[in-house]
């Protein structure tokens, strides 16, 4: 294909496509787990047996497949074998679909569940049956785990040495009779002995996968329908990048498969691409720096939190040689934090550290920075093929000139095809069809756009709104700041802004002057700030490493402010200023660790 040519359809099905673009790699490793190895052909053998078993015991339907694990052999198998077997993938955080059960089984029709065995137990078993599901396909770490890797895990403790349904039983509790459970393996085989091989139909428009969105900042995520046209355009959109992927490529998953980023950008474009994907079922942002080594990865996807910790990992110059490229997904970048991560990346031996925006709803990357930025802290991105941006008046609609704030709205082949709640699709898109993706973004004149973060992310304070991204950046470029996260509290009818921060170790005692420094930023909204509050580090969910957004604002104490008459003071119980609760510091309180002094203040009111 040539540059600037349009993205066609190739209306062909997925896992036809992947098979046509990975013609002679079929002895290429396609995936690596925990010691095995499966190449191109016996992958593809993978997801036809599971496709035929999928229609076995679900039927001839298009009827959603729940799927809730993490990236393992298994769940990759199990997307493209439902995709494959025209039903649909509905990839589901395990948190949500134990809170929301009926939501995304019974209510989108799904009555069979693909399910780590680590995340099931009797209750969960017991809304599975009050929601209909019928069957209940379990999958264990240690499915298509090396034998001595599984062997030398259970010696030692790390891994589970028995069956979850023989325990279970065991244990006297009882699995409901009309519900069928099903162990993986018995799965896989009954879909190899299937002699029909299902050769169904190409369908223009069919929809392969809900995806939630929103997990980690919203109570209920939104669940997004995306096309099976979207991933076959989508490496069409990659053929014509700058990208010098080669097959063989080593390319590590660091990003569930349950999330679009890691499912779509992580394993589909390795895989269409003809590299070596390796799973890692578990994302622990503090072993990245390991992880990166061990795997001996050339490209890794990652959440801005796993770069974050490469700094302090104790790697030595020019270790991370072997890693060619890093690229940053989930959420918007400040140029502090880049500059920070490219230069930490050069000294690791990292050879390009790489911003890339895109969205559930727009089905596929839509920008990426340009192979050599000029400066360490860009991070402006430009449209990817195929894809078209505009910039537009957060009110009125209208299209604004270059170097004007507004909100970003997008083109794109790959875009999805709504919600499954279909009454949010009115503020999805536009009336022109162009995905309106509620992200604060600039186009600068010379074609060059930055993306702040959500519109959303703002307060109000006497009717007058304040982006929170602009504070934050603010926050970032202080150089006792290693990371941070400007957060809300609705306090008597109006927001006020409250700053959490993780301090760099040289700074831990110097925290009056890190208060007072950043009670005097120059940025509209800080003179509401409510306070600062110091942590050793972000929560981050085990599974998938991402922060914790929505749990920061559960806690209303520990906060830090200088008060008019210059003394630093803390403060607690801001849910009504007439209600606060003030306490001063001494010099001598501060002279202790971060993670000790909420813990260890004495106070006197």
């Avoid at 680590?118 to 090396?146: P, Q």
């Avoid at 039983?169 to 799965?187: Q, T």
């Avoid at 700041?481 to 400007?486: D, I, K, R, T």
């Avoid at 920061?552 to 200088?562: A, D, P, S």
Wanted: aromatic share 12%; glycine share 6%.
């Amino acid at each position: 294909m040539k540059k600037n040519e349009k993205v066609l359809n190739p209306r062909r099905r997925v896992v036809e496509d992947l098979k046509i673009r990975n013609v002679g790699n079929e002895k290429t490793i396609a995936g690596e787990y925990f010691g095995s190895k499966f190449n191109y052909k016996e992958t593809f053998k993978m997801f036809d047996d599971y496709k035929k078993s999928f229609i076995s015991l679900d039927g001839d339907n298009d009827n959603p497949i729940t799927i809730s694990a993490p990236t393992t052999i298994a769940s990759v198998n199990a997307f493209y074998g439902a995709i494959d077997s025209d039903k649909i993938a509905n990839m589901t955080g395990p948190g949500f679909l134990f809170n929301y059960t009926e939501k995304y089984t019974k209510e989108i029709g799904s009555e069979t569940v693909f399910i780590l065995d680590l995340f099931l137990n009797e209750e969960f078993i017991a809304r599975l049956h009050k929601a209909g599901v019928k069957n209940v396909i379990i999958t264990s770490i240690t499915d298509y785990m090396n034998p001595i890797v599984k062997f030398l895990g259970k010696k030692k403790g790390l891994i589970n040495s028995t069956d979850f349904l023989d325990d279970y039983i065991k244990s006297g509790k009882k699995l409901p009779m009309d519900m069928n459970f099903i162990r993986l393996s018995e799965f896989a085989r009954a879909g190899s002995k299937i002699k029909n091989n299902y050769d169904l139909p190409y369908k223009e428009d069919k929809i392969a996968a809900y995806f939630l969105t929103g997990a980690t900042t919203s109570e209920y995520p939104k669940g997004v329908k995306l096309y099976a046209d979207g991933l076959t355009k989508m490496s069409q959109i990659y053929d014509n990048m700058w990208f010098d992927f080669d097959k063989k490529d080593r390319n590590t998953i660091f990003i569930p498969i349950f999330y679009a980023t890691g499912a779509i950008h992580g394993v589909h474009a390795g895989l269409f691409s003809g590299a070596t994907n390796i799973y890692k079922p578990k994302y622990d942002r503090f072993a990245f720096a390991q992880d990166l080594i061990d795997s001996k990865a050339k490209i890794a996807l990652v959440a801005p939190s796993h770069l974050a910790t490469l700094e302090n990992s104790g790697l030595k110059n020019n270790s991370l040689k072997h890693v060619k490229y890093i690229f940053i997904g989930g959420e918007a970048i400040m140029p502090s934090q880049m500059k920070q991560f490219r230069e930490t990346a050069k000294r690791l031996g990292i050879g390009s550290v790489l911003n890339g925006y895109g969205m559930t709803e727009t089905g596929s990357m839509t920008s990426m920075s340009e192979p050599n930025p000029s400066t360490f802290d860009d991070v402006t991105v430009v449209p990817v093929h195929g894809v078209e941006y505009r910039i537009v008046d957060p009110k009125t609609g209208e299209i604004l000139p270059d170097n004007v704030r507004g909100i970003l709205e997008t083109k794109t082949p790959c875009a999805a095809a709504g919600y499954i709640d279909e009454s949010k699709n009115q503020t999805l898109f536009t009336e022109d069809g162009w995905v309106h993706t509620g992200d604060v973004a600039i186009r600068y004149s010379d074609g060059r756009y930055r993306i702040f973060g959500r519109y959303s992310d703002k307060f109000i304070n006497n009717g007058i709104e304040y982006p929170m991204f602009d504070i934050e950046e603010k926050v970032l470029e202080h150089p006792a700041v290693l990371e941070a996260e400007v957060i809300k509290f609705d306090i008597m009818n109006n927001e006020y802004p409250a700053i959490v921060i993780v301090l760099k170790k040289e700074w831990e005692n110097k925290l009056d002057v890190v208060v007072k420094d950043l009670m005097s930023l120059d940025v509209s909204g800080i003179e509401y700030l409510i306070g600062i509050r110091f942590i050793d580090n972000f929560k981050t969910n085990e599974i998938t490493a991402k922060r914790d957004i929505l749990s920061l604002q559960e806690i209303k104490h520990g906060y830090y402010k200088f008060n008019k008459e210059d003394n630093l003071y803390y403060q607690t119980d801001f849910e009504r200023e007439d209600q606060m609760q003030v306490y001063p510091i001494s010099t001598s309180d501060l002279n202790i660790s971060v993670s000790e002094k909420v813990n260890t203040l004495t106070l006197k009111k």
